[in-house]
């Protein structure tokens, strides 16, 4: 009957404007992100330097291979230290430690936050005040103290310092994922799974997970930025391994070296305009998630904006 009446001469159907595809994947809406694109095309930038750093700048980066302190020039663009080392050349080696630091750490946390936030929200009752007491304790715990004793009793590495980092980053993401997951827990599918003899590692992967990929994707990215940020502010106070090329450790010996009272902008500013890009970068991503999987923060065209646009 309905049939019949849409194919009558003279009807029209009336055609509304769809806001979105309702089947466009979260990739495809990552993808079409402005915010998103830029971070990861910042990101992809730091990323091919660091693998590249070897081929553009082979041998020791901490070779002395100049005057001290020059100045930028065509054979320096960046200048050298106050030892006569390529300032350009220890940034970009730099890009290796930190950046690998910061993603080991980021995935370790969110990893280390996952099991407990799954386990703790799935069983309940007596693992849950366990794994909750534990986690609020270490919420409780100064940040910058805890990672500077840490620090300063184990023995120098970069293994320390991701150890030191994981440690210290592991519950904040714990108590934002057992709470998405405690929502999830109380749905209708996950009942059915208990009902049906799913083993609980399955129901807590297989079905609980995948419903939090949002969650999840924005907890590992500011577990990154914390990575990077803390391990710069380690070797900044002197904490990490100084026989290491990183940002941070660029920015210790341009401390120790008084590049600042001395007015060598050169050796200090790279390094800390790099680890800023990171962070913006990663943080725009992160925002660009919380957009694309969120109707709220999603922008919808409504006719009137279609019929603007066209008239421009």
Request: net charge positive; glycine share 10%.
């Given at each position: 009957?309905?049939?019949?009446?849409?194919?009558?001469?003279?009807?029209?159907?009336?055609?509304?404007?769809?806001?979105?595809?309702?089947?466009?994947?979260?990739?495809?809406?990552?993808?079409?992100?402005?915010?998103?694109?830029?971070?990861?095309?910042?990101?992809?930038?730091?990323?091919?330097?660091?693998?590249?750093?070897?081929?553009?700048?082979?041998?020791?980066?901490?070779?002395?291979?100049?005057?001290?302190?020059?100045?930028?020039?065509?054979?320096?663009?960046?200048?050298?230290?106050?030892?006569?080392?390529?300032?350009?050349?220890?940034?970009?080696?730099?890009?290796?430690s930190s950046l690998f630091v910061g993603l080991t750490v980021?995935?370790a946390s969110t990893f280390v936050g996952i099991l407990v936030?799954?386990?703790?929200?799935?069983?309940?009752?007596?693992?849950?005040?366990?794994?909750?007491?534990?986690?609020?304790?270490?919420?409780?715990?100064?940040?910058?103290?805890?990672?500077?004793?840490?620090?300063?009793?184990?023995?120098?590495?970069?293994?320390?310092?991701?150890?030191?980092?994981?440690?210290?980053?592991?519950?904040?993401?714990?108590?934002?994922?057992?709470?998405?997951?405690?929502?999830?827990?109380?749905?209708?599918?996950?009942?059915?799974?208990?009902?049906?003899?799913?083993?609980?590692?399955?129901?807590?992967?297989?079905?609980?997970?995948?419903?939090?990929?949002?969650?999840?994707?924005?907890?590992?990215?500011?577990?990154?930025?914390?990575?990077?940020?803390?391990?710069?502010?380690?070797?900044?106070?002197?904490?990490?391994?100084?026989?290491?090329?990183?940002?941070?450790?660029?920015?210790?010996?341009?401390?120790?070296?008084?590049?600042?009272?001395?007015?060598?902008?050169?050796?200090?500013?790279?390094?800390?305009?790099?680890?800023?890009?990171?962070?913006?970068?990663?943080?725009?991503?992160?925002?660009?998630?919380?957009?694309?999987?969120?109707?709220?923060?999603?922008?919808?065209?409504?006719?009137?904006?279609?019929?603007?646009?066209?008239?421009?």
């Amino acid at each position: 009957m309905t049939t019949a009446i849409l194919k009558q001469p003279g009807t029209t159907a009336a055609k509304t404007p769809a806001a979105r595809k309702p089947n466009r994947s979260f990739v495809h809406g990552i993808l079409t992100n402005k915010k998103a694109l830029t971070g990861m095309a910042v990101m992809f930038v730091f990323i091919a330097l660091a693998l590249l750093a070897p081929v553009l700048f082979p041998g020791d980066p901490s070779r002395i291979t100049a005057m001290a302190s020059m100045e930028p020039s065509a054979e320096h663009w960046l200048g050298t230290t106050a030892k006569g080392q390529d300032v350009l050349a220890l940034t970009v080696h730099g890009s290796r430690s930190s950046l690998f630091v910061g993603l080991t750490v980021g995935f370790a946390s969110t990893f280390v936050g996952i099991l407990v936030g799954l386990a703790s929200a799935y069983f309940g009752k007596f693992i849950d005040e366990a794994l909750s007491l534990v986690t609020n304790v270490f919420l409780l715990l100064p940040g910058l103290p805890l990672l500077v004793i840490l620090a300063a009793f184990l023995p120098p590495g970069l293994g320390t310092v991701i150890l030191v980092l994981v440690v210290t980053g592991w519950a904040g993401s714990a108590r934002v994922l057992r709470s998405q997951a405690l929502s999830i827990r109380s749905k209708d599918f996950v009942a059915a799974a208990v009902v049906s003899g799913e083993r609980a590692g399955r129901i807590m992967f297989r079905e609980i997970l995948p419903n939090m990929a949002s969650i999840v994707m924005g907890t590992l990215l500011a577990c990154v930025i914390y990575g990077i940020g803390a391990q710069a502010g380690l070797e900044f106070l002197g904490l990490g391994d100084a026989s290491t090329v990183s940002w941070g450790n660029n920015l210790f010996w341009a401390g120790n070296e008084g590049a600042l009272l001395t007015g060598s902008w050169w050796v200090f500013v790279p390094s800390g305009v790099c680890i800023a890009l990171v962070a913006f970068a990663l943080a725009l991503i992160n925002y660009a998630v919380d957009e694309v999987t969120n109707p709220r923060l999603r922008k919808i065209k409504t006719p009137k904006d279609t019929e603007r646009s066209a008239s421009k």
